[in-house]
């Protein structure tokens, strides 16, 4: 690290690069005077600025390893700068609270990836990526999908869409990231070349800088500054987990049904075991966190039989409660849950009905999710996973036990996380349990065990359908979110927005290379094809027996996944050669495997440009050399990929077979 200061002007290098400057023509920092105003619905939340003047600061003291900012109005700050975590970490300490704007800077023709989950691309150069958590899935793609057929559907851009796990990392092809400790609403202005410009509602409270050689140096950078715990238990490596819903005797049923046919089955994933809610847009859980008796009886007995048989039991939960139900009543009583600024339970609405959300700033209430809903009503049970759903939805006009809920907004999916976390860690059996949410913000990686890409919609567009799995998977990797899943096939169905065979078909080829092979049966289960159907389900199997077949090589992958390394890569990871990226949608699984899924409905051939190296197509034999464009046979099942010919494990992937 160095810092200079000279006078009024001041510069900041790391590695070789320079992090920062401030001069009086150029401020590193300004004081914005101005709000913002909050807007929601369904949990999708829009803000709208409302700036008014720029205050630049001035350089005005500071120390061997500080600087002092001033502005008018009395505004102060003090950056205290250190070497850390193999970077550098500047602590701000503000005089007030006041919106802020800060610059860094920036090469010229360089990308930008990160900023959590953002979903339509990878590189964010030349985009503002909104910093406020948000409910994903909005109403108006998919009317213009289905009840406006005959207009042509013209794909969102990247400003349209929101997300469920923004993060304040980003990271550059030029091989150095940028993260911030901030929890206010903010706004990366990524649209100029020379720089770099970060607003925030609240001045942060550090920034975290890394540079190295490579992208995996940088990586691992972040994760010592804010380490990914990301993990799957062995029995997860083992097959495909399949979703079933309707009850215990239908998930029985099928689970013998999908064994005696050959597929690989870790296991059964069954979100209705709390009971159904029928809704007007499909079959929704019941959000009451126990098993609905009349649905799933002898709970226990059954799961233990399957599982006797090699199939866990999975589940679900979120942190909120139908309203009128058993749970809700008794957390309502006990005042658990949040309220409005009336003093009455403040109702959220899920698509057509009313949930009342639990107070995790509440003791009394976190302590009754981690012992009752979690451990004694799933986990002492016998269930071996679940899924984390939700965490965006927290108003910002609520009164909490404790906390801003403006300020706790964007925090409370980490918060979340953190929850289930403890949960978990804190069983008997918590090596054997594992639990997968879909929101995150700053930190969630400390506690999520697997993120997954929540709610595409079940066709092959690039805006919400299958192919924008892979930029949202890239960015939450670049962002320290190392290990990420999807849904196979999707989730968002309605009206003649269904799954075909075709698209759950190139689904489970893609997710049969990834860290997590889980499919879902949509919203609408009985409209969409599932991996079951008879006509489905020997590809089915033969692709979960690859998946299981690649184990050893996905477990090293999760090793370095602890390190900060993503599962899942853009093509030009290892080489860093970030001029020679071809297209968002293909991945490196890992160092050695390669990935071309299949995009585009009707396709029978896949076009791809290899990695720099010597190639071997999975299945065939086919050797192949890097760096060319080449065109690829891709029948339905037979998933477009390559293995690197020197890697450790040829000999394992040349055994695998469909």
Not at 109 to 121: K, L, V
Not at 126 to 149: A, D, M, Q, W, Y
Not at 348 to 362: H, N
Not at 437 to 466: E, I, K, L, P
Request: with cysteine; hydrophobic share 40%.
């Amino acid at each position: 690290m160095r810092l200079t200061r000279n006078g009024d002007r001041a510069e900041l290098w790391f590695g070789g690069r320079k992090v920062m400057e401030h001069t009086p023509q150029h401020p590193f920092i300004f004081a914005v005077e101005g709000s913002f105003a909050y807007r929601s619905s369904h949990g999708n939340f829009k803000i709208a600025e409302k700036l008014k003047r720029r205050i630049p600061f001035a350089l005005t003291g500071g120390g061997d390893d500080s600087l002092v900012f001033t502005a008018e109005g009395g505004r102060r700050v003090e950056v205290r700068f250190s070497e850390a975590f193999g970077g550098v970490e500047a602590r701000f300490t503000p005089n007030g609270e006041f919106i802020t704007e800060l610059h860094f800077a920036a090469v010229k023709g360089e990308g930008i990836f990160g900023g959590g989950e953002q979903y339509r691309q990878l590189d964010m150069k030349g985009e503002r990526i909104v910093n406020f958590v948000s409910e994903h899935i909005v109403v108006p793609p998919i009317v213009r999908k289905t009840l406006l057929r005959f207009l042509p559907y013209k794909e969102k851009p990247h400003s349209y869409i929101e997300t469920y796990s923004p993060m304040t990392t980003y990271t550059s092809s030029e091989k150095y990231a940028l993260r911030f400790d901030v929890s206010a609403y903010g706004v990366a202005d990524l649209t100029r070349d020379e720089e770099s410009v970060f607003l925030f509602g609240e001045c942060p409270r550090s920034f975290f800088y890394a540079a190295g050689k490579s992208f995996a140096e940088v990586a691992r950078a972040l994760n010592a500054h804010t380490p990914c715990r990301a993990y799957l238990p062995d029995w997860a490596h083992d097959g495909m987990i399949v979703a079933v819903q309707g009850g215990m005797e239908r998930v029985t049923e099928k689970a013998l049904e999908m064994l005696d046919r050959g597929v690989k089955l870790a296991g059964v994933w069954s979100q209705d075991w709390s009971g159904r809610k029928v809704t007007a847009v499909g079959k929704q859980v019941y959000w009451n966190w126990e098993a609905d008796e009349s649905y799933y009886p002898d709970f226990e007995k059954n799961i233990a039989a399957l599982k006797e048989k090699g199939v866990h039991f999975l589940a679900y939960i979120n942190p909120y409660l139908v309203k009128g139900g058993r749970l809700y009543n008794e957390c309502a009583e006990k005042g658990m849950l949040i309220r409005d600024r009336k003093g009455e339970i403040y109702h959220v609405k899920s698509t057509t009905f009313d949930a009342g959300m639990l107070d995790l700033t509440y003791p009394a209430a976190v302590e009754f999710i981690k012992e009752v809903l979690i451990k004694r009503n799933m986990l002492d049970r016998g269930v071996d996973g679940y899924m984390a759903d939700f965490g965006e939805y927290l108003p910002v006009d609520c009164v909490l036990h404790d906390g801003d809920p403006a300020a706790m907004h964007n925090e409370w999916p980490t918060l979340w996380a953190k929850i289930n976390r403890e949960a978990v860690d804190s069983h008997p059996r918590a090596e054997e349990i594992f639990f997968f949410t879909r929101s995150g913000y700053n930190g969630a990686q400390r506690y999520t065990t697997m993120m997954w890409n929540g709610d595409q919609h079940v066709d092959f567009s690039a805006d919400y359908g299958m192919p924008c799995v892979m930029p949202a998977t890239f960015n939450l990797g670049f962002s320290g979110m190392a290990a990420v899943h999807s849904d196979v096939g999707g989730f968002i169905s309605f009206a003649s927005l269904a799954r075909s065979r075709e698209l759950l078909i190139r689904w489970t080829e893609m997710n049969a290379f990834s860290p997590l092979m889980r499919s879902h049966e949509t919203i609408r289960p009985d409209v969409n094809v599932q991996p079951y159907n008879e006509d489905v389900v020997d590809v089915t199997a033969s692709l979960s027996r690859v998946h299981a077949a690649l184990k050893p090589y996905l477990v090293q992958c999760m090793k370095e996944a602890e390190e900060g390394i993503p599962v899942m890569r853009p093509d030009f990871y290892e080489s860093g050669d970030f001029a020679s990226h071809s297209e968002d949608h293909v991945y490196l699984l890992g160092r050695d495997v390669f990935v071309a899924p299949v995009i585009a409905a009707g396709a029978t051939e896949r076009e791809v440009t290899l990695p720099q190296g010597e190639w071997v197509k999975f299945f065939d034999g086919t050797e192949c050399v890097g760096g060319k464009r080449l065109r690829f046979s891709a029948p339905l099942g037979k998933p477009v990929a390559f293995y690197r010919k020197d890697s450790a494990f040829a000999p394992l992937f040349a055994g695998i077979a469909l």
